[in-house]
């Protein structure tokens, strides 16, 4: 059993940072990619950011040069430290697990960047 416990969502203004943190339990292979996607209602979740066990990276364009994924390969956990924050960057934020083909879920936490 899999489990994804995510912390570090809240209220901000503009300009303002955050850090997302996603720690990973249970049978946790080795290769593996974690990532965070977000979404808003009536909208597909997005992927916003996403690393690999050996610490490739990518990034959606819109969140370039402000968010910055990174991962502690012995903690299993993942982290999105996101900077000058943006209104439109309001979203529930969903922690990614994906290994040997199958996606793992964490239960989502809000982000909300006040204007």
């Known amino acids: 059993q899999v489990q994804l416990v995510e912390s570090g969502g809240g209220l901000v203004q503009a300009g303002g940072s955050l850090r997302l943190s996603c720690a990973a339990s249970?049978?946790?292979?080795?290769?593996?990619?974690m990532g965070w996607y977000r979404q808003t209602p009536g909208e597909q979740r997005e992927l916003v950011a996403r690393i690999t066990s050996g610490g490739s990276t990518y990034y959606v364009d819109s969140v370039k040069g402000r968010f910055t994924i990174s991962r502690d390969n012995a903690k299993n956990t993942v982290y999105l430290q996101m900077n000058s924050l943006k209104p439109e960057d309001t979203a529930v934020y969903y922690c990614?697990?994906?290994?040997?083909?199958?996606?793992?879920w964490g239960q989502g936490t809000q982000v909300t960047v006040s204007s």
């Open positions: 249970g049978s946790i292979f080795r290769l593996n990619v």
């Open positions: 990614n697990l994906n290994m040997v083909g199958l996606d793992y």
